[in-house]
Protein backbone atom coordinates (compact mmCIF):
# COMPACT_ATOMS: atom_id res chain seq x y z
CA UNK A 1 0.00 0.00 0.00
CA UNK A 2 2.94 2.19 0.56
CA UNK A 3 4.16 1.64 -2.47
CA UNK A 4 1.17 2.37 -4.63
CA UNK A 5 0.48 5.69 -2.31
CA UNK A 6 3.60 6.88 -3.31
CA UNK A 7 4.11 5.64 -6.82
CA UNK A 8 3.98 9.18 -8.55
CA UNK A 9 6.85 10.08 -6.41
CA UNK A 10 8.96 6.65 -7.36
CA UNK A 11 8.25 7.71 -11.17
CA UNK A 12 8.37 11.47 -10.97
CA UNK A 13 10.70 12.48 -7.81
CA UNK A 14 8.37 14.80 -5.41
CA UNK A 15 4.87 15.85 -6.53
CA UNK A 16 4.10 19.39 -7.23
CA UNK A 17 2.72 21.28 -4.53
CA UNK A 18 3.20 24.35 -2.60
CA UNK A 19 6.21 24.17 -1.09
CA UNK A 20 7.75 21.59 -4.25
CA UNK A 21 10.40 24.39 -5.53
CA UNK A 22 11.36 25.21 -1.81
CA UNK A 23 12.63 22.29 -1.29
CA UNK A 24 14.01 21.13 -4.09
CA UNK A 25 16.17 24.56 -4.23
CA UNK A 26 17.18 23.68 -0.59
CA UNK A 27 18.04 20.79 -1.47
CA UNK A 28 20.30 21.51 -4.62
CA UNK A 29 22.25 24.25 -2.34
CA UNK A 30 22.52 21.69 0.49
CA UNK A 31 23.75 19.03 -1.53
CA UNK A 32 26.67 21.53 -3.32
CA UNK A 33 27.83 22.34 0.34
CA UNK A 34 27.49 18.61 1.14
CA UNK A 35 29.56 17.88 -1.70
CA UNK A 36 32.35 20.64 -1.35
CA UNK A 37 33.13 18.78 2.57
CA UNK A 38 30.84 20.30 4.82
CA UNK A 39 28.98 18.14 6.94
CA UNK A 40 26.03 20.08 8.00
CA UNK A 41 25.46 23.14 5.80
CA UNK A 42 23.55 25.65 8.06
CA UNK A 43 23.69 28.59 5.67
CA UNK A 44 22.67 28.14 2.43
CA UNK A 45 25.00 30.36 -0.14
CA UNK A 46 23.53 29.35 -3.13
CA UNK A 47 19.57 30.23 -2.72
CA UNK A 48 17.88 33.44 -2.86
CA UNK A 49 19.78 34.82 -6.36
CA UNK A 50 23.51 33.79 -4.27
CA UNK A 51 22.70 35.79 -1.21
CA UNK A 52 22.68 33.01 0.73
CA UNK A 53 19.81 31.98 3.52
CA UNK A 54 20.30 30.70 7.26
CA UNK A 55 17.51 28.49 6.47
CA UNK A 56 19.22 25.31 8.67
CA UNK A 57 19.47 27.71 11.85
CA UNK A 58 16.14 26.65 12.11
CA UNK A 59 14.77 23.96 9.70
CA UNK A 60 14.59 20.67 10.00
CA UNK A 61 17.68 18.78 8.50
CA UNK A 62 17.35 15.34 8.27
CA UNK A 63 15.09 14.99 5.03
CA UNK A 64 17.98 16.49 3.01
CA UNK A 65 20.62 14.69 4.69
CA UNK A 66 18.12 11.19 3.53
CA UNK A 67 17.97 12.64 0.50
CA UNK A 68 21.17 13.63 -0.31
CA UNK A 69 22.40 10.12 0.86
CA UNK A 70 19.79 8.36 -1.05
CA UNK A 71 21.42 10.43 -4.17
CA UNK A 72 24.96 9.24 -3.66
CA UNK A 73 23.60 5.49 -3.13
CA UNK A 74 20.96 4.86 -6.20
CA UNK A 75 21.74 5.79 -9.55
CA UNK A 76 19.52 8.55 -10.27
CA UNK A 77 20.24 9.11 -13.94
CA UNK A 78 18.17 12.02 -14.18
CA UNK A 79 20.92 14.67 -13.72
CA UNK A 80 18.06 18.15 -14.16
CA UNK A 81 15.20 16.00 -11.59
CA UNK A 82 18.39 14.36 -9.74
CA UNK A 83 16.76 16.50 -6.14
CA UNK A 84 13.05 15.62 -6.91
CA UNK A 85 13.85 12.38 -7.25
CA UNK A 86 15.79 11.83 -4.60
CA UNK A 87 12.93 13.51 -2.62
CA UNK A 88 10.55 11.21 -3.90
CA UNK A 89 12.36 7.88 -2.96
CA UNK A 90 12.49 9.43 0.66
CA UNK A 91 8.92 10.34 0.77
CA UNK A 92 8.40 6.61 -0.44
CA UNK A 93 10.65 5.63 2.13
CA UNK A 94 8.55 7.48 4.72
CA UNK A 95 5.47 6.01 3.89
CA UNK A 96 6.82 2.25 3.87
CA UNK A 97 8.21 3.57 7.17
CA UNK A 98 4.92 4.55 8.43
CA UNK A 99 2.88 1.57 7.55
CA UNK A 100 5.53 -0.83 9.30
CA UNK A 101 5.24 1.23 12.81
CA UNK A 102 1.39 1.74 12.24
CA UNK A 103 1.51 -1.95 11.95
CA UNK A 104 3.92 -2.76 14.94
CA UNK A 105 1.76 -0.33 17.24
CA UNK A 106 -1.99 -2.11 16.00
CA UNK A 107 -0.79 -5.50 16.46
CA UNK A 108 0.83 -4.63 19.92
CA UNK A 109 -2.62 -3.29 21.22
CA UNK A 110 -4.90 -6.18 19.48
CA UNK A 111 -3.52 -7.91 17.02
CA UNK A 112 -1.60 -8.60 13.25
CA UNK A 113 -4.90 -8.11 11.80
CA UNK A 114 -6.09 -4.80 13.36
CA UNK A 115 -2.37 -4.15 12.63
CA UNK A 116 -2.69 -4.68 9.35
CA UNK A 117 -6.26 -2.46 9.23
CA UNK A 118 -4.38 0.37 11.16
CA UNK A 119 -1.22 0.18 8.51
CA UNK A 120 -3.81 0.95 5.37
CA UNK A 121 -6.03 3.24 7.07
CA UNK A 122 -2.93 4.91 8.40
CA UNK A 123 -1.26 5.24 4.83
CA UNK A 124 -4.24 6.42 3.16
CA UNK A 125 -5.70 9.19 5.93
CA UNK A 126 -7.01 11.76 3.69
CA UNK A 127 -4.87 14.62 5.19
CA UNK A 128 -1.54 13.09 4.90
CA UNK A 129 -1.89 11.74 1.76
CA UNK A 130 -3.79 14.27 -0.27
CA UNK A 131 -2.92 17.79 1.98
CA UNK A 132 0.27 17.02 3.01
CA UNK A 133 1.88 15.12 0.21
CA UNK A 134 0.29 16.00 -3.00
CA UNK A 135 -0.90 19.54 -2.17
CA UNK A 136 1.54 20.59 -0.27
CA UNK A 137 4.14 18.87 -0.75
CA UNK A 138 5.54 19.21 2.83
CA UNK A 139 8.31 16.97 3.19
CA UNK A 140 9.11 17.38 6.70
CA UNK A 141 5.26 16.63 8.13
CA UNK A 142 4.93 13.42 6.18
CA UNK A 143 8.41 12.24 7.07
CA UNK A 144 7.57 13.07 10.55
CA UNK A 145 4.42 11.39 10.80
CA UNK A 146 5.85 8.28 9.94
CA UNK A 147 7.67 8.13 13.21
CA UNK A 148 4.29 8.96 15.32
CA UNK A 149 2.93 5.55 15.68
CA UNK A 150 6.62 4.19 16.72
CA UNK A 151 6.58 7.00 19.61
CA UNK A 152 3.19 5.07 20.32
CA UNK A 153 4.10 1.84 20.27
CA UNK A 154 6.95 2.72 22.39
CA UNK A 155 4.72 4.43 24.78
CA UNK A 156 2.07 1.67 24.65
CA UNK A 157 4.96 -0.74 26.17
CA UNK A 158 5.70 1.44 29.24
CA UNK A 159 3.85 -0.83 31.87
CA UNK A 160 5.89 -3.64 30.74
CA UNK A 161 8.82 -2.60 29.50
CA UNK A 162 9.80 0.63 30.47
CA UNK A 163 13.48 1.13 30.24
CA UNK A 164 13.00 -0.04 26.11
CA UNK A 165 9.96 2.41 26.03
CA UNK A 166 11.63 5.37 27.58
CA UNK A 167 15.06 4.98 25.29
CA UNK A 168 12.36 4.45 22.18
CA UNK A 169 9.96 7.48 23.00
CA UNK A 170 13.26 9.49 23.58
CA UNK A 171 15.18 8.29 20.17
CA UNK A 172 12.05 8.63 18.09
CA UNK A 173 11.25 12.42 19.40
CA UNK A 174 14.95 13.02 18.86
CA UNK A 175 14.39 11.97 15.00
CA UNK A 176 10.70 14.16 14.87
CA UNK A 177 12.71 17.36 15.94
CA UNK A 178 15.36 16.41 13.23
CA UNK A 179 12.57 15.97 10.66
CA UNK A 180 9.59 18.62 11.63
CA UNK A 181 9.46 19.96 15.23
CA UNK A 182 6.09 21.42 15.52
CA UNK A 183 4.71 17.95 15.39
CA UNK A 184 6.46 17.36 18.96
CA UNK A 185 4.67 19.94 20.27
CA UNK A 186 1.86 17.95 19.42
CA UNK A 187 3.35 14.51 20.28
CA UNK A 188 4.89 15.71 23.72
CA UNK A 189 1.25 17.10 24.42
CA UNK A 190 -0.26 13.44 24.15
CA UNK A 191 2.41 11.78 26.02
CA UNK A 192 1.55 14.14 29.28
CA UNK A 193 -1.85 13.51 28.72
CA UNK A 194 -1.38 9.65 28.60
CA UNK A 195 1.00 9.90 31.74
CA UNK A 196 -1.87 11.72 33.77
CA UNK A 197 -4.38 8.94 32.73
Known sequence: ??????????ISGVPRGDDTSTHIGYQHAFDLQ????????????????GTGSPIFFFQYPLPY?????LQRAL??????????????????LSALLAGSFAYLWGKQLVGWF?????????????????????????IGEYGALAWLPLALFFASGLPKRPR?????????FGLLVLIHRDLVRA?????????MQ
Open 1 to 10: MALAATYPCL
Open 34 to 49: RNQGEFYPRWLSEVNF
Open 65 to 69: FVSHA
Open 75 to 92: PIHDVVNREAHAMGLYLT
Open 114 to 138: AGLVAALVYLTLPYSLSVDLYGRAA
Open 164 to 172: LACAGIAVT
Open 187 to 195: GTGFLRNLR
